[in-house]
């Protein structure tokens, strides 16, 4: 991977057979002959990681899955469906804010930087974390959904209950492996449809899954999640 990859120390051991695995090196090489190729590539390298950097491995409360990162300049930051401050909230954000203020009445930001939430143990992960600019989807495929299945499996293999936002099919399969308390596991999988504009109004809306996760996490002796985000926010340092 880059050399200025930041990653939590946590994450470190229970994924080390994934770096070091041979699809793990493919995945560099093709990443490594795309930038010298003159591709870009975004999230930029030390942010490919960011939601496993903020988010440790002991901590994670939620998992929200996204598919892969926004391929616009200035957009992706390493975290599934949030953009840098000073970015336009992209419409899915839009409706996810839509919902928050139903749900809970919290009033949408004026911006989509979600990193308060990732700091309080939302892991914002992408199935896909980089893309090419202006081509959606372009790394799919290349060993980063194996990865992404590796850090789902830490998750659910462990004894602390967390919840599972899947919205859209895509994010449903990708983790129909969790133990659900539905199948008499420990954790919650809320299933809604995608919050794009396309489908949140055949069910996103009014699937209420913010104020559920919480009472699903306090009902546990676990602490709910604060998701209000702050008015004005700035990037911290990596």
Known sequence: MAADVKLHESWRAPLAAEFQSPYMAALKRFLLEERANGKRIFPKGSEWFRALDLTPLDRVRVVILGQDPYHGPDQAHGLCFSVKPGVRPPPSLVNIFKELREDLGIAPPRHGFLESWARQGVLLLNSVLTVEMSRAA?????????????????????????????????????????????????????????????????????????????????????????????????????
């Open 138 to 238: 372009s790394h799919q495929g290349k060993g980063w959904e194996r990865f992404t299945d590796a850090v789902i499996r830490q998750i659910s293999d462990r004894p602390e209950p967390v919840v599972f936002m899947l919205w859209g099919n895509y994010a449903q399969k990708k983790a129909s492996f969790v133990d659900s308390v539905e199948r008499g596991g420990r954790h919650l999988v809320l299933r809604a449809p995608h919050p794009s504009p396309l489908s949140a109004h055949n069910g996103f809306f009014g699937c209420r899954h913010f104020s559920k996760a919480n009472i699903f996490l306090e009902s546990r002796g676990l602490e709910a999640i604060d998701w209000t985000l702050p008015a004005e926010v700035a990037v911290q340092p990596l």
